[in-house]
T-cell receptor, first 113, second 115 residues
Framework: GNSVTQMEGPVTLSEEAFLTINCTYT??????LFWYVQYPGEGLQLLLK???ADDKGSNKGFEATYRKETTSFHLEKGSVQVSDSAVYFC????????????WGAGTKLIIKP | DVKVTQSSRYLVKRTGEKVFLECVQD?????MFWYRQDPGLGLRLIYF???????EKGDIPEGYSVSREKKERFSLILESASTNQTSMYLC??????????????FGSGTRLTVV
């Protein structure tokens, strides 16, 4: 079946450090891939997406590249800020999953000044 | 700006009470979803609806029901609240056929505490 695996958190970094949050997936066909962010006390917001292999999604300094050969969609940012502290969710929409998104467990990111 | 609005940010209810969580969207979306979010468990789908008066069970429907009388409104009902239903509840919506390009739009969540 379809599934998403994220690295466990929390991930703790110092301000201006480089960030990578790993996400790998299992899916039939050619899924679309998403990263959502949840700031403390808030709902989820779409951060970035990629709909086909080799696409790169980007937003707010974050990037992720859809790698079909490694079934991965790792989230990266070159220099994190305290305001990036949040929970990050990787998700996919598979061609056979109708309207449902399949979610990773979420990774909590803590940025220390 | 498109919106999914959840009626309450914080709720405190007593064990055994009937609880209604309301969600309204202004995007004319057919699909609506209720999730609960707990530490270490991620998002778990409770119920979803793909049209007015239609509903489908998600992964954890026990102890919950839903109502969708109007397209824009999707209500989650806790028939008899219990302490293990203390959680963050998230509502989302989508337009059929756009999930692969647009994903879902979420509300801000309702933090429910059952005492």
């Amino acid at each position: 079946g379809n599934s998403v695996t994220q690295m466990e958190g929390p991930v703790t970094l110092s301000e201006e450090a480089f960030l990578t949050i790993n996400c790998t997936y299992t899916a039939t066909g050619y899924p679309s891939l998403f990263w959502y962010v949840q700031y403390p006390g808030e709902g989820l917001q779409l951060l970035l997406k990629a709909t086909k292999a080799d696409d790169k999604g980007s937003n707010k300094g974050f990037e992720a590249t859809y790698r079909k050969e490694t079934t991965s969609f790792h989230l990266e940012k070159g220099s994190v800020q305290v305001s990036d502290s949040a929970v990050y969710f990787c998700a996919l929409s598979a061609t056979d999953s109708n309207y449902q998104l399949i979610w990773g467990a979420g990774t909590k990111l803590i940025i220390k000044p | 700006d498109v919106k999914v609005t959840q009626s309450s940010r914080y709720l405190v209810k007593r064990t055994g009470e009937k609880v209604f969580l309301e969600c309204v969207q202004d995007m004319d979306h057919e699909n609506m979803f209720w999730y609960r979010q707990d530490p270490g468990l991620g998002l778990r789908l409770i119920y979803f609806s793909y049209d007015v008066k239609m509903k489908e069970k998600g992964d954890i429907p026990e102890g919950y029901s839903v109502s969708r009388e109007k397209k824009e409104r999707f209500s989650l009902i806790l028939e008899s609240a219990s302490t293990n239903q203390t959680s963050m509840y998230l509502c989302a919506s989508s337009r059929p056929g756009t999930e692969r390009s647009a994903g879902y739009t979420f509300g801000s969540g309702t933090r429910l505490t059952v005492v």
